[in-house]
T-cell receptor
Framework: DAKTTQPPSMDCAEGRAANLPCNHS???????VYWYRQIHSQGPQYIIH???NNETNEMASLIITEDRKSSTLILPHATLRDTAVYYC??????????????FGTGTLLAVQP | DGGITQSPKYLFRKEGQNVTLSCEQN?????MYWYRQDPGQGLRLIYY???????QKGDIAEGYSVSREKKESFPLTVTSAQKNPTAFYLC?????????????FGPGTRLTVL
């Protein structure tokens, strides 16, 4: 599974969009990009995932560059409750094999009032 | 409500004692996982199970043991052989292995060995 690189921390003003970058320059064609977040002392929470196309759900949007070497998670209107560590993970989706997620150290997003 | 429960939330044990962490899910998921998290670090996979009565070692299985006798339960035993057992332990489940199914995590158990 490809390795990811994320900035260790970011700040965002409450109500503004939070844009969290992730580099995955060694990503393979069959690897998906996943985003999870972990609020302090809780279990990680799934946010979104994608392969090539941009994706949007009720929590966030995922923008993947055309060459797939990087992606950006967008929280459109950040709130104080979005303060968390955000993990970008790339993983092969293959039937019958482990669903192992490899977590790096992520980006600590601090939403400021 | 469907979900994953882990108990207890905080656990204290003396050095040299074995301790078992509970993980139960009522999501009817086939696959279950145990991760360990140390301060300021990401999660590391200890063991995973794809189906009842079957499990495989993850990246840091030494000093741990698991069982999967029931679909909904995947207890983790931290043995005295684990050199640094103090950590935050997270259990997760997913509908099946592979595919694009995301994992659902429990609230975690913080183990402190004195």
């Amino acid at each position: 599974d490809a390795k990811t690189t994320q900035p260790p921390s970011m700040d965002c003003a409450e109500g503004r969009a939070a844009n969290l970058p992730c580099n995955h320059s060694t990503i393979s064609g069959n690897e998906y990009v996943y985003w999870y977040r972990q609020i302090h002392s809780q279990g990680p929470q799934y946010i979104i995932h994608g392969l090539k196309n941009n994706e949007t759900n009720e929590m966030a949007s995922l923008i993947i560059t055309e060459d797939r070497k990087s992606s950006t998670l967008i929280l459109p209107h950040a709130t104080l409750r979005d303060t968390a560590v955000y993990y970008c993970i790339v993983r092969v989706a293959r039937g019958g094999a482990t669903n192992k997620l490899i977590f790096g150290t992520g980006t600590l997003l601090a939403v400021q009032p | 409500d469907g979900g994953i429960t882990q108990s207890p939330k905080y656990l204290f044990r003396k050095e040299g004692q074995n301790v078992t962490l509970s993980c139960e899910q009522n999501l009817n998921h086939d696959a279950m996982y145990w991760y360990r998290q140390d301060p300021g670090q990401g999660l590391r996979l200890i063991y995973y199970s794809q189906i009842v009565n079957d499990f495989q070692k993850g990246d840091i299985a030494e000093g741990y043991s698991v069982s999967r006798e029931k679909k909904e339960s995947f207890p983790l035993t931290v043995t005295s052989a684990q050199k640094n057992p103090t950590a935050f332990y997270l259990c997760a489940s997913s509908p099946r292995t592979g595919g694009t199914n995301e994992q659902f995590f429990g609230p975690g158990t913080r183990l402190t060995v004195l």
